[in-house]
């Protein structure tokens, strides 16, 4: 089974700050994904990153990139330019990915409150 | 991405009580969706993956008599609550698997209020 722990539960920065959000995780597979998701108060989950584990190269999309570090099991999101939308609460979870292109549930790390001051 | 609605956003029954929610895929035929479970101020829990065709697979500590998966075709899986209980009362999120980008597409959940 695989564990993902973040430990800030709350983070509050000024809007056009940079934020990071940490996240390790504890696995014995190989294959398998990382993900950012965002929460916002209406609770839809929304993605916003993923990254291969096979990949070296850190994901980015636009004001989002991460820090994969596979050896050390860390997988931190960085927002760059804090907008007030990005107030929500931010979880990393991983995936299992099976041969045959399936995959198992996702397992989340318990979310950190992220609130973005004017 | 995929787009995935449940039905009914939110419900209320009383104690004893069975309601089903419905998670479908709108655009996408899913083989494999996916069930969680949210406590209020706490993460996502895995409840069960719901295969087309096959029975639910449950994550420990689910009980598949009380929480019955049913993924009857490529756009629908329902999940029933059996006999509720207000220890029940949860939000429920279920999400589509695709195959393709290796993503899950979450539908916008369920609030279940037993009393």
Known sequence: AQTVTQSQPEMSVQEAETVTLSCTYDTSESNYYLFWYKQPPSRQMILVIRQEAYKQQNATENRFSVNFQKAAKSFSLKISDSQLGDTAMDFCAFMKRNSGGGADGLTFGKGTHLIIQP | ?115
């Not at chain 2, 706490?42 to 295969?51: E, G, Y």
């Not at chain 2, 019955?68 to 629908?76: G, M, Q």
Request: net charge neutral.
């Open chain 2, 1 to 115: 991405g995929a787009v995935v609605s449940q039905h009914p956003s939110r419900v209320i029954c009383k104690s004893g009580t069975s309601v089903k929610i419905e998670c479908r895929s709108l655009d996408f035929q899913a083989t494999t969706m996916f069930w969680y479970r949210q406590f209020p101020k706490q993460s996502l829990m895995l409840m069960a993956t719901s295969n087309e065709g096959s029975k639910a697979t449950y994550e420990q500590g689910v009980e598949k008599d009380k929480f019955l998966i049913n993924h009857a075709s490529l756009t629908l899986s329902t999940l029933t609550v059996t006999s509720a209980h207000p220890e029940d009362s949860s939000f429920y999120i279920c999400s589509v698997y695709s195959g393709l980008s290796y993503e899950q597409y979450f539908g916008p959940g369920t609030r279940l209020t037993v009393t």
